[in-house]
């Protein structure tokens, strides 16, 4: 049996209600590592600043976080993270994150990673953008993924074929549990991808990005998304129902 690291790296960002929304003041990475799936006995965690982030959000304004340039460029050259009880043990690297955040609502993720020596899966989770509640408004989500020419890539997500890295939800809670999944996006195979816009048929008061892929040892890999919810101008409505009309004649 293959040996394999599991990593969970996982971004906890809660942004509150339109005009009132704030953010936590730090990036926890957490890491568990095993030689199989099902044993996962090796423990590592990494807290980053959200230096430069401000602690409401103001309406019409857009927020980027970028970790490489956050407390004078202390992360230029990336976080390594380390085994808990072994710091000698460096499970993965993390090259570089951006974040970006808006109350509009809108809600971006990008990322750089390198694998350990054994194959290791990542799973990041974006901050949670919420607003007061839109009905039915339309949703767009896309993104890219790239990997080194040699390494492989497994998405985790199962929709729109599977082996999908990205995962577009809303209306889940601070942390980022639950919800409702609008889109998974783009293969494990690399590319770039795009869903919508799409009417969502919901009430909507929140959004935030996963993302979850196995990388083979020693792999680089990059990616990034952004999900977007509005609510659309009238004529804008009406040329969406028209193109479902057509598409139901269509396949009659």
């Given amino acids: 049996m293959k040996k394999f690291i599991v990593i969970l790296l996982i971004t906890y960002l809660y942004l509150s209600a339109v005009g009132l929304c704030g953010v936590t003041n730090s990036v926890l990475l957490e890491i568990y590592a095993g030689e199989t799936s099902d044993v996962l006995d090796v423990y590592g965690v990494a807290t980053i600043p959200l230096v430069g982030l401000p602690t409401e959000l103001d309406p019409g304004e857009t927020y980027r976080w970028v ?11 990336g976080i390594e993270v380390r085994a808990q009880d072994n710091q000698g043990l460096v499970l993965a690297k993390l ?43 339309v949703g767009e989500a896309g993104g890219t993924v790239s990997k080194g020419s040699s390494d492989t890539i497994f998405g985790n997500y199962p929709g729109g074929g599977g082996n999908k890295v990205f995962r577009t939800l809303y209306n889940t809670n601070g ?78």
Avoid: Y
Avoid at 67 to 77: C, I, N, Q
């Fill in 67 to 77: 970790l490489t340039e956050v407390m004078g460029g202390m992360f230029a050259g």
């Fill in 175 to 252: 942390a980022g549990a639950g919800g409702t999944v609008f889109a998974d996006i783009i293969p494990g195979d690399t590319g770039f991808e795009e869903v919508g816009p799409q009417i969502i048929n919901d009430t909507v008061s929140s959004i935030h990005i996963k993302s979850g892929f196995l990388l083979s040892p020693d792999g680089i890999a990059s990616g990034s998304s952004a999900f977007i919810v509005e609510i659309p101008e009238p004529a804008t409505v009406c040329l969406l129902g028209l193109g479902g009309l057509l598409l139901r004649k269509k396949t009659k």
């Fill in 95 to 137: 090259d570089t994150m951006d974040l970006t955040i808006a109350e509009d609502p809108m809600v971006t993720l990008g990322f750089s990673v390198t694998a350990g020596s054994l194959w290791t899966a990542f799973s990041f989770t974006s901050p949670v953008v919420s607003f007061a509640p839109l009905t039915n408004p």
